[in-house]
Every structure is written in C-alpha cells, then in structure tokens.
C-alpha cells in the first residue's frame, strides 16, 4: 500500500539523481528499503509550479559532499530553532530520476526566463571592490554594487569578535535599522554554522524550513530529548525573510566573515544566486585580506596635531559612561557600543578631555598596551567602522572621520564629561 | 499554514464529480488557504496554483490512520 510523507530536503545531484534526506527510521524508511519506487512532488516556491518525479532509490550516502551539503542545511536550520545536536542526519537517499514532468491542469507554465548576463555584471563588482583602499569602502562598495548590479536589496556583512565566539555585524544595506552592531553566536543558527562549515547556507524557502522544523520541535517537546532543547535563536535582519543566502567570507580558509543576503520574497536565491553570490563573497574576503597586509606593512600619515576638538566649551554637556566590566559605553545614558570599541572609545575620549588630543592613528591605538588589546590579527579596523557607525546611528553631536591611511579624527559638537564605572 | 498531517489509508469505495455540498467544502478549504497565502506573503494567483483545477470525489472505507507530522513519530499508528 503506498504511503505518502512530507520530505524536508529534495537536493539536485546532477540531471539525472536527487538526494532525499533521511533523518528518522520509520515506515517510509521501511517501505523504501522493501519497494525502492518513489514518486515525489516538488513545489518551485517563487512559482508554486508542481513537478512530478518518478525516483528509484540506488544507495544511501554517509558521507561525501552530498551528504555534508544536506546535513549541513538541515543542522542549520535545526540549529536556528534550539535543536542543535538533537537529530542528525542518518544518510543522504540517492535516487535515480526515472521521469520528471510538470504537473498540468492547474496553471499554464511560463517559459522559462532566460538567464541574465552576470559576468558583466560580475566585472563590474570586481573592478570596483578591488579598487577600494579600505574596508570601510570595501563594504560600501560590495553591498551598494550586490544591490544594483543583481537586485540582492537587503544585505549585511558580519565579522568575528577578538575572541571568534560571536559574529557582529559591521555593515549593512537595505534594512529600516542598520542593525550594526548586532551579534550572532558562531556555530549557532543558520550564519553562525555558515561560519563554522565555511559553507553556503541557501534558504529557498526560509519560512517554510522554520515552520518544518518547529513542528518537529514540537513533537519532540514532551519527549526524551526536551531537556537538549534550547532557545529559538531570532533571525537578525528581515522581520519578514522568506528567503536567505550566508556565505563565508574565506581567505586561504581563514574566516574573515559572513556575507548574507536575505528576500521577502519566497525562492528568490537560486542555486545560481549562490554562486554568484560566493564569487563575489572570495572576492571581497580576498580584498579584505589585501587591505588588512597594506595596512600593516605600510607606515599611517603622520597625524596632525590641532587641538580644535575642545575649542567649544560652551553649550549642554554629555555625560560618558564607561563600564569596566564589559567595556560597555553609555552616552547620557543610552547605550552606545560594548567590548573593545568601546574601549577605544574611553581612551580616545580620555586623550581628547585630558590632552585636546583629537587626531589619532589605528597604529597608536593597536600599540597602546593601556588599552590591553588582544593579539586581533590587524582586526582593528573592523572595531573602528564599527565604532564609528553605532557612533553615527546613535549620537549625533559625536564622530569619528577619517582622515587618511591609518588614521582618524574625533569630533565633539558638545563638552563631554567621562565616568569610569567598575 | 502547519505541516499537521494526518494519513488515513483504506478500501476504495467510488468515484465520481463533486457534489455542490463538496464544492462548498472545496472552495471553504480554498478561502482557507487564500488567507494562509497572505500571511506568508505569497501572492494569491501564486498560492492558488497548488490546488487543482478539476477536482474528483473519491470514497473510501478508512481501516488505518497514522500520524504523518514531519518528526520522529511520522509513521505511527494512531
């Protein structure tokens, strides 16, 4: 008697296999393995078009990049919702496709859309990321141009913390807040297991996947495994994501980031968006990592030394706090930024209350052994856009601008007063 | 829109064209899925396309049922 199952993964091999996932032992696991006939219907889920596979079941894979490729979309998502380690992926069914043809009757088919010309479009990106002199620039350029050249609307990058246990997001384009500054964990949830795979993660059809999986979650709620559960982990950018694409930010393997892309529109990221998406994503990590050995090989402009920035005496004052703990900065008591940006920011203050000093370099900082900075790999950079854009985003009588290579100036539009707090 | 399934399994009874009680229940479902399509934001030319256009009345004798809620406990009888 046949039986009929909802599938999590139909993965594309090639143009003749599919691979299913295979998660639980249970009577289609049992059927297949005494019938290896198969019939599955595929939902294309920008278009709803339906397409009918007939399947015949060949080997079950434990390994191998198939097998890695689903286990690590299924973990992702797993993952996002609090069920990490909980259920792995037992094998990857390999499936000979016998017939594949659209289901008829229910809506004409368009004809296929013909596929637009992104070398050129892949040109220009590369030229203009390339071209960049420094990160800040880099980020700008690489997701302005993702924007305009292939449509990919809403987009942020996100960077490890000194310590590489969390991932912050340091810039950002297409969203109603900037969301700098916002963390993901690495190894938890779909872009902190991009991370840790140093693989793309697709979500063709991302709210989908979390309802899947949440039902799951909740047949297993009242069972052995409840204890293993954890919190649902918020998805950061689009409230409304349907679709989204993480890509590791690689150079000679090291992890300088995530790149990742989302949609409000169900299917929008193909596998060829992934592709295009990771060319662009090797791209601005190689940038990146030739922007980082510029930086330290080349010595920093000599700073000007003007004291302008304590010229204006009068007007309100604001009050900085600093908390020792967590080098967390508060600014008339809004919070500002945390961990070491905001360290940076007590010194630069510091020097700039008690010396006049508003020109600084990136190499003073990096060598100032009072800030007790952690060996960070030339990372400082990355704490100084980010500084700088909280700074932008939340305080608008503070800047930081810069004012040539490896160096920058603090601008204060109000007399400021520091509090040191343990 | 939840992945909640039941499979109900049995001896085939007839077949035939949709009573106006059934196309009542069958445009009922239809709402039902049109409004499921806003809130996931599928547009509704788009979220109709899963249901069929001629749909067929089929009766039968139910002699199992099984849950078949994507988890663990999918295949089990009720």
């Not at chain 1, 950061?236 to 890509?247: D, E, I, K, T, Y």
């Not at chain 1, 700073?303 to 304590?310: A, L, Y």
């Not at chain 1, 209350?353 to 990355?382: A, C, H, M, V, Y």
Request: net charge positive; with cysteine; charged share 25%.
């Amino acid at each position: 008697m046949p039986n009929v199952t909802y599938l999590s993964v139909v993965h594309r091999v090639d143009s003749n296999h599919v691979a299913l996932s295979f998660q639980f032992f249970n009577k289609s696991r049992k059927n297949l393995l005494e019938n290896p006939k198969a019939q599955v219907l595929l939902v294309e889920p920008a278009t709803f078009r339906q397409f009918q596979l007939n399947l015949a079941y060949q080997t079950t894979l434990t390994e191998g990049l198939v097998f890695e490729r689903l286990r690590i979309h299924l973990d992702a998502v797993a993952s996002q919702i609090g069920m990490s380690h909980i259920f792995s992926l037992r094998g990857a069914d390999i499936f000979e496709v016998l017939d594949c043809r659209a289901v008829s009757g229910n809506v004409p088919l368009e004809a296929m859309q013909s596929l637009p010309d992104h070398l050129r479009g892949l040109d220009v990106l590369t030229e203009r990321l390339t071209a960049c002199g420094d990160l800040d620039a880099l980020l700008t350029a690489g997701l302005d141009g993702l924007s305009s050249l292939f449509g990919y609307d809403h987009s942020f990058v996100l960077v490890p913390d000194e310590e590489e246990k969390h991932l912050f997001t340091i810039a950002s384009r297409g969203f109603p807040e900037s969301g700098v500054g916002s963390e993901v964990a690495i190894g938890q949830g779909i872009i902190g297991l991009a991370a840790t795979q140093r693989s793309p993660i697709r979500n063709a059809n991302l709210a989908r996947d979390m309802i899947y999986s949440r039902l799951v979650r909740s047949g297993i709620e009242d069972r052995r495994h409840r204890d293993s559960l954890s919190r649902e982990i918020p998805l950061p950018g689009l409230a409304s994501a349907c679709s989204q694409l993480a890509v590791p930010l690689l150079a000679h393997n090291h992890l300088l980031g995530v790149l990742c892309l989302q949609s409000e529109q169900t299917g929008r990221f193909t596998a060829m968006d992934e592709r295009l998406a990771l060319v662009a994503a090797r791209q601005i990590a190689v940038t990146m990592a030739m922007i980082r050995l510029k930086a330290a090989a080349l010595p920093p402009d000599e700073p000007r030394h003007d004291h302008r920035g304590i010229s204006n005496q009068a007007g309100p004052c604001s009050l900085i706090k600093h908390y020792k703990s967590d080098d967390s900065v508060f600014v008339d008591d809004a919070y500002l930024v945390k961990g070491m940006p905001g360290r940076i920011l007590r010194k630069i203050v510091q020097s700039y209350l008690s010396n006049g000093r508003s020109e600084f370099t990136n190499k003073e900082i990096r060598l100032d052994t009072s800030l007790q900075l952690p060996d960070i790999k030339d990372n400082l950079e990355t704490r100084l856009i980010l500084l700088r854009r909280r700074i932008e985003e939340r305080c608008d009588f503070l800047q930081i601008v810069s004012t040539g290579r490896g160096r920058f100036r603090f601008d204060a539009k109000r007399r400021l007063k520091l509090e040191s707090l343990p | 829109m939840n992945y909640k399934t039941v499979q109900l399994k049995g001896r085939f009874l007839e077949s035939g064209d949709l009573t106006p009680q059934d196309w009542e229940s069958f445009e009922r479902q239809k709402n039902t899925l049109t409004e499921q399509a806003k809130i996931h934001g599928i547009p509704l030319k788009i979220g109709l396309r899963i249901l069929p256009l001629d749909p067929v009345r089929i009766r039968f004798a139910v002699q199992q049922a099984f849950e078949q809620t994507p988890g663990p406990r999918a295949g089990s009888k009720l």
